[in-house]
Every structure is written in structure tokens, then in C-alpha cells.
């Protein structure tokens, strides 16, 4: 492509409006995505420009290369909302990360979803820095990076729209090359990075049939989409196919609906499969996707599952009624019965299946291992019975399960060779409450005052409850910063829930941190658990102590401060002309003193000791003040 030189103030207007033209004029039926390809457009230091995506004549975004006034740091920005300029939307934005000192943006890959889930940097102008140069140190996902895409959404018409822009960065000459964009015209809809267009997912069974034995449980029926995407299609059972009886041979929902979202493009679905007792031949069962919807269905649309029948002719066979009763602890007794498929002479033995019971043969419950006879020309069920044993004993519900041991005689064990019965307990166990703090994390002023916790159990229960200040965890000082003496609470069975305990914080006019004090549940007794997670509240005393008034944000002006540094910026360059910034330490002292600021400003302090000072601005006279914290 041929690179085209914007000086500072131009725009990338002019190609959005041409491109975006082109794109109107060549019809697609399914085109969700706007996709403008443009001249290569490439910026060099001190140039800044201002790019207009849709056609709507307003500007979306900013971009500038600029240094800092001392010539060490240089930035290449990307701007998301200018608003003294009117330049962008307050929603628009672009996927990044915050460092140590700057917001950056994130150089994605082709194949990256940019969408809601993103992470989005909001803050002073929306701005992103997708490279930042200092003392020859290149910071940034960006720096001398090629073909890579920023992420972004942007309002259109009050709703927001996401898209990617391709860039090249260098940082040996510094500059940003502008290469092509493209969005989704749908509202909240997420973008593939480097997608062009949207085509439409292709659905496919996974392979084409499948031979499965009688005596399986299940077979699985998988279908997969070619591309992601928003799709569901039906899964039919094809009748005049179809030579097995569903809800007889097997069984299956139909029609079942495969709904894929959310970037996932296979879907597997089990059909239950019934071995039966029938003497039939091979069955068939023949599936049909139909009815796509946001999708296309390809040429795999028809799965054949063969069932080959596993039945040979067999003897009388014998089961276990297979029934799971469930009885009181003082339910008494009960009957098991066990059945022949027809008349027969069989002996049945059954006994205790011990590895499965866990109620105890004596004290829970009592029977008499034995046999069932069956005679030819007889009943087709027989019986035994079992008495439950109601104790006094508080205990989870218990099972007993009987089985079938062998046969003597025509006949044959079946497929159900188990009964169960559970026990439920109805012995009241004492309530056993969780102890926890309601608030684990809170905040209050260095006033006079008195912050009040709540301790809480899940259900009340007999318990005591000691809390004291956890002194290792703790920055604030017990008698000077707040008072708190070891405090016991007691709770009983069907009481209150809840007590409180008070934390005194006391005032005082030093400048300094904020401080933590950690009051702790440092123990409990009696009928009661802790909940570890929230067994200790941490409160944060947050200093009150200022010099004077705090109007930096009104008067547009950002000041930061990172270990030994003083970070001043002016969102009007001409608020700096003639202001004055002052350091001033506890007592008033102005340690540091700088004259003929400009809009963006470092200042490093090394020879200032750690601790509390006062930054002051000056501005026609009128000085702002703010606490600050060095960490020298």
C-alpha cells in the first residue's frame, strides 16, 4: 500500500468517509461488518490526528506522538474522549492494561475476540499509550511491532459498537502507521481481530453412522459448526428411516435442539439405548438436522445409528423387584419381593450385600438370609420380609441393600439383582452454628467517633465468642489511633442471630497514612464452627488531616505521584503559562520549588526523605493544595 504522511492536525476523515462509501457500494446480503481499508497513514513525533470510523461526521478518536519536557520520555497515545476539544465519546475506549505508572493498550493477535468481556481502560482522555519510550527503554506492547490490532468500542447513535484498528509501531525513528479498521454494524456485538466479513456457521454431523450392541448403555451424537457463531438447528428423528421405536429401543427428545453460543462449536447429545429381552433383528435410528437458524447446515446433515441385537433364547429369568423404598427409623418392617419372568422350578438364594449397606445387620435393622422357592404351574412372586430397629442414636440416613446369590434349578438370574431400602433418621441432632463476621473490610474517618461490628451465626446455638486487635496485622496503635479491650460475646440456642461489638476511634491532627487496625475472632466455644474466611475485620483509618482545599480536578489538572515522582498534568495547555508548583513538608517548609511548568511535567525528588508532604499549584495567584506520599 502506498504510506501517506499526516502533519500535525490533519485527519484520518477524509479516508473514513472514502472507504466507507466503497463499502456501501458493493451490496452483502450478510455483512455485520463494516471494513475500511485505507492508503497507509503514518504519523512521526509531534504529530497528533483525529479519526472518524462511520460517516457520521463525528470525531471517534485521537492519536499523537508526543515527548516530555525533559526529552526523556516519548509517547505514542491513542485518545478515546478529548472533551474540552469535543474530540470522542466518554464510552469510547480501547482494550488495555494498566502499568506501573501509565494506562497501555493491548496489541492483540488476529483470531482475538474483542467484545464486553474485554478489559477496557477508562480515565483521563480515555487514553491509551501504545508504546512509551524512556531513556532508550521501550515500554508497550506496540514498540516496533508490526500488523498488530487495538481493540475498541466506540458510540454510535447511543449504542456502543466494537471493532479493531491494524497498526505498525516503530521506536527507532518513533512512529504509528494507520493501516485499515473494521467494526460490527450489530450493537454489542463482539469482533474476530482481522475479520473482514461475517460469514455464516456451517453445521455438520460428526461422521455419518455408527454400529452399537443392544447391551449399551448410550451412543453419542455430536455436531459441530465449521466457524463460532450465534446457531441452533434440530435434531429429528427421521420416521420413515427409522426402523427402532424410540421411547421403546431408545430414547431421545425429538426434536433435540443443539443451541450453540458463546464461541462454542460442538455439541454432543446422548441417545439412551434399552437392552431389552425381545428376540428382534438389526434396528435402525436415523437423525436429520433441520430448521437452522443463524447458521447453514452442510452436506454431513443425516446420522444412521445400526442396534445389533444381542438377545438369544434364554431360561426362566428371575429379578429382584428393584425397588428403593425409603422408611422412617420407625417405620417397623417391610418386604422384598423377587419375581420370574414365567413359571418355572427355581430355588433363589439371596443375603446382604454387605459392600453396599452401611447400616448395621442388629442395630439397625434386622433379617434371616435365605432362599425363595418357585414351582412350574406357580406364583410368579415370592417374598421376604425385614424389621427396622428405632434407636436413640443421631445419624445420616443409612441404606440396606439385598441381592440376589445364585439360583438352583430352569431358571436364570436377570439384570435386576438389587433391592434397597434407606433408613432416615429421626433423631434431632443439637444446632451447630457457624460463627462469622458480617463485615470483614471497612472504612472510617479519624474522628471522634465509634464504629460498630456485627458478629453472626447461620443458625443460633450455644457458643462464646472472643474477639481482640490482631497487633502484628495491625498499622494503627491501640490507645493512641483507637481503643479496643478483648470483648466475649455469648449466643444461645434460639436466641439472636447477631451481636455487636464497638471499635473507639480517636481524632488527632498529625498528617500521616491511613492506618488498619485488625480486630479478629481469635477464638470460640461451645456448639459452634468458624467460618476462616470471615473471621477478621480489617478497618481502615483514613487520615482527615489536610492543609488546605482540594480543587485539582476542577481546575483540570491530574497529579500523581510513583515512588521519588511528582507527575503534573494540565488538561489545558494554557493553565501551565505562569503556574508555580511547591513541595512543602509537615511543618509548612517549602522543600521544592519549580517555575515555567508546561502541560505535561516529571519531577523527580530522590533527595526528599519518605513521608507525607503538601503539593501546591499556583495558578493566577490562587494556590490548590493536595496531600501527597513519596516513597523515597
Request: net charge negative; with cysteine.
Amino acid at each position: 500500500m502506498k504510506k501517506t504522511v499526516l502533519n500535525k492536525n490533519e485527519r484520518l476523515l477524509a479516508y473514513s468517509a472514502m472507504a466507507a462509501a466503497m463499502v456501501a457500494a458493493i451490496p452483502d446480503a450478510n455483512a455485520d461488518i463494516v471494513y475500511v481499508d485505507i492508503p497507509d497513514v503514518t504519523l512521526e513525533l509531534g504529530d497528533f490526528t483525529t479519526a472518524e470510523f462511520d460517516g457520521d461526521g463525528v470525531v471517534d478518536f485521537a492519536f499523537g506522538l508526543s515527548s516530555g519536557n525533559s526529552g526523556d520520555w516519548t509517547f505514542i497515545r491513542a485518545f478515546g474522549s478529548i472533551s474540552f476539544l469535543t474530540y470522542g465519546n466518554a464510552t469510547n475506549m480501547f482494550i488495555g492494561y494498566s502499568g506501573a505508572i501509565l494506562p497501555y493498550g493491548s496489541a492483540l493477535g488476529s483470531g482475538a475476540l474483542i467484545g464486553p468481556d474485554a478489559s477496557f481502560v477508562e480515565g483521563l482522555y480515555n487514553q491509551v499509550f501504545m508504546a512509551s519510550i524512556y531513556s532508550g527503554i521501550t515500554y508497550g506492547q506496540f514498540g516496533d511491532a508490526e500488523d498488530h490490532y487495538l481493540g475498541f468500542k466506540f458510540d454510535i447513535g447511543g449504542e456502543l459498537h466494537y471493532g479493531w484498528i491494524r497498526v505498525n509501531c516503530t521506536v527507532g525513528p518513533v512512529t504509528l502507521t494507520v493501516r485499515d479498521w473494521a467494526y460490527d454494524d450489530e450493537a454489542n456485538t463482539p469482533i474476530i481481530a482481522g475479520a473482514t466479513a461475517t460469514p455464516l456457521p456451517v453445521a455438520n454431523f460428526e461422521g455419518d453412522a455408527i454400529i452399537v450392541d443392544e447391551t449399551a448403555a448410550s451412543t453419542t451424537v455430536t455436531v459441530m459448526l465449521d466457524i463460532a457463531g450465534d446457531c441452533s438447528v434440530d435434531l429429528d428423528v427421521n420416521d420413515a428411516l427409522t426402523t427402532a421405536t424410540n421411547g421403546v429401543d431408545f430414547t431421545m427428545s425429538d426434536p433435540t435442539v443443539a443451541t450453540f453460543a458463546g464461541g462454542v462449536t460442538t455439541l454432543s447429545f446422548d441417545i439412551t439405548l434399552t437392552d431389552d429381552l425381545d428376540f428382534e433383528g438389526t434396528e435402525s435410528i436415523v437423525i436429520d438436522i433441520n430448521n437452522p437458524v443463524g447458521c447453514e447446515i452442510g452436506a454431513a446433515s443425516q446420522y444412521a445409528i445400526v442396534i445389533d441385537d444381542n438377545e438369544v433364547p434364554l431360561p426362566a429369568l428371575v429379578n429382584m423387584d428393584g425397588t428403593a423404598v425409603a422408611l422412617s427409623e420407625s417405620g417397623g418392617s417391610g418386604s422384598v419381593g423377587i419375581n420370574i419372568s414365567e413359571t418355572s422350578d427355581c430355588v433363589v438364594d439371596y443375603a446382604l450385600n454387605a459392600g453396599g449397606t452401611t447400616a448395621t445387620e442388629g442395630s439397625d435393622f434386622t433379617y434371616t438370609t435365605g432362599s425363595v422357592t418357585f414351582v412350574d404351574g406357580g406364583a410368579l412372586t415370592q417374598s421376604f420380609d425385614y424389621t427396622i430397629i428405632d434407636d436413640v442414636e443421631v445419624e445420616s440416613t443409612e441404606d440396606i441393600i439385598f441381592e440376589i446369590t445364585g439360583v438352583t434349578g430352569t431358571c436364570a438370574i436377570g439384570l435386576i439383582t438389587e433391592s434397597s431400602v434407606a433408613i432416615i433418621d429421626n433423631d434431632v441432632a443439637p444446632v451447630v452454628g457457624e460463627v462469622s463476621l458480617t463485615e470483614v473490610a471497612g472504612t472510617v474517618e479519624e474522628i471522634a467517633t465509634t464504629f460498630t461490628g456485627t458478629v453472626e451465626m447461620d443458625e443460633a446455638s450455644d457458643c462464646t465468642v472472643t474477639l481482640n486487635v490482631n497487633a502484628g496485622a495491625s498499622t494503627a496503635t491501640n490507645g493512641e489511633d483507637f481503643t479496643f479491650s478483648e470483648t466475649i460475646l455469648t449466643f444461645t440456642e434460639g436466641g439472636a442471630t447477631t451481636q455487636t461489638f464497638d471499635v473507639t476511634i480517636n481524632a488527632d491532627v498529625e498528617i500521616e497514612p491511613d492506618e488498619t487496625v485488625v480486630v479478629e475472632i481469635t477464638s470460640i466455644d461451645g456448639s459452634c464452627t468458624l467460618d476462616e474466611t470471615a473471621d477478621a475485620l480489617s478497618l481502615v483509618i483514613v487520615n482527615n488531616d489536610f492543609i488546605d482545599i482540594h480543587e485539582f480536578s476542577n481546575a483540570g489538572i491530574q497529579l500523581y505521584t510513583f515512588n521519588n515522582q511528582v507527575m503534573l498534568q494540565f488538561e489545558n495547555a494554557s493553565s501551565a503559562d505562569g503556574a508555580g508548583f511547591q513541595l512543602l513538608d509537615a511543618t509548612g517548609r517549602i522543600v521544592f520549588d519549580a517555575s515555567n511548568l508546561v502541560s505535561e511535567n516529571t519531577f523527580t525528588l530522590n533527595t526528599l526523605p519518605t513521608g507525607v508532604y503538601v503539593a501546591r499549584v499556583v495558578i493566577n495567584g490562587k494556590a490548590l493544595d493536595k496531600q501527597v506520599y513519596l516513597n523515597n
